[in-house]
């Protein structure tokens, strides 16, 4: 088994690269599992329609807009970054580690990512390895959310 990390970074205010969650991608050699991991504040859809202070902190002036968003999104829920102050939507497979003043979002992170730094690879290597799972161009890698080429054949 080999995994590759991705770091996750998002804009704060003063327009700085402030971290915000993992992507981790694992190839055993007959399926490609992918975990995402954010490090935030998780709220559910009924915490921001029922509370006007949250709505006010995640800066949602729009309500009807916001749910539409969150339900064409078809999300599972919704994480806020105060380290960017911006939040974003979850999918049911996407994991939310609690934000800590105290505690750097790093560390926060290397809880959960230290096993699979074990197994990683370069990105060569993880890319051989996919070739070896799956066709280099089968969707499938597009839709796991992985380094996919496109083949382009002419036509004259």
Known sequence: MVSKIDYVYEMDESREAQLIGAKVSTIDGYA?????????????????????S?????????????????????AAGVVYFPQTNTFGFLEDSDTVLDFQDDVSVKDTLDTVVVPFREMEVSNEEFREQLEN?????????E????PYTRTRISTK
Do not use: H, Q, W
Request: charge should be negative; include cysteine.
């Open 32 to 52: 490609v599992k992918c975990f995402e991991y954010y490090v935030g504040i998780k709220l559910n859809i009924n915490d921001v329609i029922n509370n006007a």
């Open 54 to 74: 949250i709505r006010e902190k995640l800066g949602i002036n729009n309500l009807a807009s916001f749910e539409r968003n969150y339900f064409a999104a078809n």
């Open 133 to 141: 799972t799956f066709e280099v161009d089968d969707p499938m890698v």
């Open 143 to 146: 839709l796991l959310d992985l």
